[in-house]
């Protein structure tokens, strides 16, 4: 999605996905934006960027810079110095950055949530109207924790709801087994998945209810899709999903519930949310009130502005577009 507002306003963009070899020497990554001669650098931050932002520097090529947690790492930090112009998802990132160089809250770039329609979405998925839609999904890798939780709870779990349940390639054939021993006319209530790519606009755009991590992309989907959630933060990540989680709790928009303390029951109870329309709408407008769907577009424009040497745009206008009313 950032790729392509990046092209939406006029930039030809070159991605450097080595890594490794970015890594070896500031030299040579000077080679690299000397034969490519970018009018500006993109960067999500890290050690490994630091080559090519310490090049773009020398060069002077000015350097945007994203960052989607609360508390930006060590390394995010250390790079940060090298931007000239940060964006963010949460305003206290910026107070961490200081005021050295101006600071947007962006939000988090994701897939175009705007103009999917809710009721299409659950027609593609056969969900009928009466039946209420749970996603559970732990992020870009398999969380046995969730998939032993469903497991346990699968019986019971699908008589508050339809589930469809991201395991990763590891939890999948344990799941099918889990959906094979359920009698046969209840079987279609209940859907693993390895993994879902297109589809998961669909099965956002359709659901009720979402159980998962707090990643920051997890995260600003869902408020996209104005989705109340039960959020599980990933306890080894520097604790930083627990502050990212700690933003949509405090907004009304989710619940937490610690990663040692997720287990069948605590799954089953979360699920209840779904028989409480009340709370659940309350959670749903908190949700769309931290929605940033023209994240990817307020970007792109303060990597535009960089590269043609223009002033930087003005907060506000930064806010509108992240927020999609304009781009």
């Not at 040497?309 to 509108?320: F, G, Q, S």
Request: neutral net charge; proline residues 6%.
């Amino acid at each position: 999605m950032l790729l392509r507002s990046l092209r939406s306003v006029g930039l030809d963009v070159h991605v450097l996905l080595d890594p490794v070899r970015l890594s070896l020497s500031v030299p040579q990554a000077m080679a690299i934006l000397t034969r490519r001669r970018p009018d500006a650098v993109f960067t999500t931050g890290g050690y490994v960027a630091l080559p090519v932002l310490l090049a773009a520097s020398a060069l002077r090529i000015p350097v945007v810079m994203w960052d989607g947690n609360v508390v930006p790492g060590r390394s995010v930090r250390v790079t940060a110095r090298l931007a000239g112009c940060l964006a963010v998802t949460f305003a206290a990132t910026c107070r961490t950055f200081g005021r050295r160089r101006p600071c947007y809250i962006t939000g988090t770039p994701i897939r175009d949530a705007r103009g999917v329609d809710r009721q299409d979405a659950r027609a593609a998925l056969g969900i009928p109207d009466d039946d209420g839609l749970l996603l559970i999904f732990g992020g870009s890798q398999e969380v046995r924790r969730f998939n032993s939780a469903v497991a346990e709870a699968l019986p019971r779990l699908i008589e508050l709801a339809r589930v469809i349940h991201i395991t990763g390639e590891g939890g999948y054939e344990q799941a099918v087994a889990g959906r094979d021993a359920l009698p046969s006319n209840l079987r279609a209530r209940y859907r693993p998945e390895k993994y879902l790519d297109e589809e998961m606009t669909l099965v956002l755009a359709g659901a009720d209810l979402v159980i998962g991590r707090a990643g920051s992309s997890t995260l600003a989907e869902v408020a996209a899709f104005g989705l109340p959630m039960v959020v599980v933060p990933y306890p080894h990540a520097a604790g930083h999903q627990r502050r990212n989680a700690e933003e949509m709790v405090g907004a009304g928009a989710a619940r937490l519930i610690e990663d040692g303390d997720f287990d069948a029951e605590a799954l089953l109870a979360a699920a209840a949310i779904l028989d409480q329309p009340d709370e659940r709408a309350a959670m749903a407008a908190a949700a769309r009130s931290l929605a940033r769907p023209g994240a990817a577009d307020a970007v792109a424009e303060l990597v535009r502005a960089a590269a043609e040497r223009l002033d930087l745009p003005d907060a506000r206008r930064i806010e509108t577009i992240s927020r999609g009313v304009a781009g």
